[in-house]
């Protein structure tokens, strides 16, 4: 469930809560491929950076 807490034009603040725990956005979410970060920054910068959400795909090939 989203739940709006501000708008001002077209930027908004909120909160999205799954059954793993809430998000708070807007949010910065690193995007891997079977474990693999892509992008311009490593495992260790993210946790420099404290980056608290990771969206991983994992495909398994039979």
């Known amino acids: 469930m989203f739940r709006l807490i501000k708008k001002e034009g077209n ?3 909120g909160e999205l809560v799954t059954p793993h725990g809430t998000v ?5 979410m ?3 491929t079977c ?3 892509k992008g311009a920054v490593s495992a260790l910068d ?3 950076l404290s980056v608290r959400y ?9």
């Open 35 to 37: 474990g693999a970060i």
């Open 11 to 13: 930027a908004r603040r």
């Open 46 to 48: 993210l946790k420099e």
């Open 24 to 28: 708070q956005t807007p949010a910065f």
């Open 54 to 62: 990771s969206f991983v795909t994992h495909i398994t090939f039979i």
């Open 30 to 32: 690193n995007v891997a």
